[in-house]
């Protein structure tokens, strides 16, 4: 199975940052404890997000879009968008305006870049569908000065999941991951990502809640059974660069925090038999599907993270609150 991990290789765009012991990013020696972005700045750049996205929507065009997209949410877009494009060169017929309204921003304060913010939305997908509202949270962010506002991490919760965060006297928030809070906190949030692909693959690390997002998807994994076919799953960390994990500390001393990981579901059949492709797969196959395909994913997880001895009906556990997953690339054999 190693050169499964050789069909994401291309997807991750490297930043070159350095870790300081406090957690602190900084590039060009900027050291200064500074709010990633005013009030203004925020909402433009869910105003450029959200007509760039439309736009990239109606075409099935992936370039549309691709400079205000980034990290996990980008892998998913680009590639779901190519795909789509294959088989709909004309564009989307059925296409209807995303909209974000009844923003609130969350503006961390930190030193150095990639600087971010999170915005909390209303959109309009839930409109008429009979589900409870919910709210889009989209962490943006921003790799340098002159760079631009970009949406790393998109996840969907219903508004009592989402926690309040701690702020100072002037209203900015408190980042994490850093050294100081993953002592105070249940799991390390820059651990996540490994944390959660060790649990899916064995059930150890044991720290998240059960739900479908854990053990319930751990368990379907195990349990897929179909005659002649033979199923392998092999899930990988995605944390570095633009797929670094955001976090922010919340009033009770817990963290609210976004993460990535990778996932590969291999399907071989037996001898006579052959894995079926959907046409979103084959717009995004490489090679001929023989008796392997192998698909590739990329998923986005929000949760929450709560602090070292607290129980909160979870038993000290973390919560997944939302899992956005997307098709990127399959291989076939």
């Not at 020696?29 to 929507?57: I, M, Q, R, S």
């Not at 008429?128 to 790393?152: E, I, N, Y």
């Not at 702020?167 to 002592?183: I, L, Q």
Request: hydrophobic fraction near 35%; aromatic fraction near 8%; charged fraction near 25%.
């Amino acid at each position: 199975m190693r050169r499964l991990g050789r069909l994401a290789a291309g997807l991750a765009t490297t930043t070159v940052l350095v870790v300081t012991a406090s957690g602190c990013v900084t590039v060009h020696g900027e050291l200064e404890v500074v709010p990633g972005a005013t009030k203004a700045e925020a909402a433009k750049a869910l105003e450029d997000f959200t007509a760039a996205y439309n736009k990239a929507d109606k075409a099935y065009d992936p370039a549309l879009d691709e400079d205000r997209v980034t990290g996990s949410l980008g892998a998913i877009n680009q590639a779901g968008l190519a795909a789509r494009r294959k088989n709909n060169p004309q564009g989307n017929p059925e296409h209807e305006p995303l909209e974000l309204t009844d923003a609130s921003y969350t503006i961390p304060k930190k030193a150095g870049w990639p600087r971010w913010f999170l915005a909390d939305t209303d959109s309009n997908r839930d409109q008429d569908s009979g589900k409870a509202d919910t709210r889009w949270l989209l962490a943006f962010v921003r790799t340098g000065p002159d760079a631009p506002w970009k949406a790393a991490y998109l996840a969907v919760a219903s508004p009592s999941e989402i926690p309040k965060f701690r702020k100072d006297a002037d209203g900015w928030a408190e980042p994490v991951p850093s050294a100081d809070t993953d002592a105070a906190l249940a799991t390390p949030p820059a651990d996540l990502s490994t944390t959660y692909t060790d649990y899916l693959t064995d059930g150890a690390p044991d720290v998240f809640a059960p739900g479908s997002m854990t053990s319930g998807w751990r368990d379907a994994r195990k349990n897929t059974r179909r005659a002649g076919f033979s199923y392998q799953y092999i899930d990988q960390e995605l944390d570095s660069g633009t797929f670094a994990p955001l976090g922010l500390t919340t009033e009770d001393g817990g963290a609210l925090v976004f993460f990535s990981s990778k996932h590969f579901e291999r399907q071989t059949a037996a001898e006579g038999l052959r894995p079926t492709v959907t046409a979103d797969v084959r717009a995004l196959l490489t090679g001929e599907v023989k008796s392997t395909l192998t698909k590739e994913r990329v998923s986005s997880q929000l949760v929450y993270v709560p602090p070292k001895g607290a129980d909160g009906g979870t038993g000290g556990r973390v919560r997944v609150l939302n899992r956005l997953p997307g098709l990127v690339a399959a291989q076939g054999s």
